[in-house]
Nanobody
Framework: QVQLVESGGGLVQAGGSLRLSCAASGSIFRINTMGWYRQTPGKQRELVAGITSGGSTNYADSVKGRFTISRDNAKNMVYLQMNSLKPEDTAVYYC?????????WGQGTQVTVSS
């Protein structure tokens, strides 16, 4: 089992920045992928950004150039730096862990961007 706890969400004006953090604990497999997804009411959860334990990253087209994902393997942490936020970035953001074919989710943190 892997437990994920997100923090750092909140309310910000358009153009502002937020940094999300996710702490992983439990049976952390050395080779894994961690990422951030987001979801708004009535829509499917979508990938925002992902990062492998080796440091390879991928981003949704909508956030490229504005968001940066990073991780600290020693601390089992993953971060999402969000800059130039837009109202359409408003969503609940979920931390995700994938390892040995098992997937885990955090409880989610609300990000609200006002226009």
């Amino acid at each position: 089992q892997v437990q994920l706890v997100e923090s750092g969400g909140g309310l910000v004006q358009a153009g502002g920045s937020l940094r999300l953090s996710c702490a992983a604990s439990g049976s952390i497999f050395r080779i894994n992928t961690m990422g951030w997804y987001r979801q708004t009411p009535g829509k499917q959860r979508e990938l925002v950004a992902g990062i492998t334990s080796g440091g390879s990253t991928n981003y949704a087209d909508s956030v490229k150039g504005r968001f940066t994902i990073s991780r600290d393997n020693a601390k089992n942490m993953v971060y999402l730096q969000m800059n130039s936020l837009k109202p359409e970035d408003t969503a609940v953001y979920y931390c995700n862990f994938l390892g040995r074919g098992s997937m885990y989710w955090g409880q989610g943190t609300q990000v609200t961007v006002s226009s």
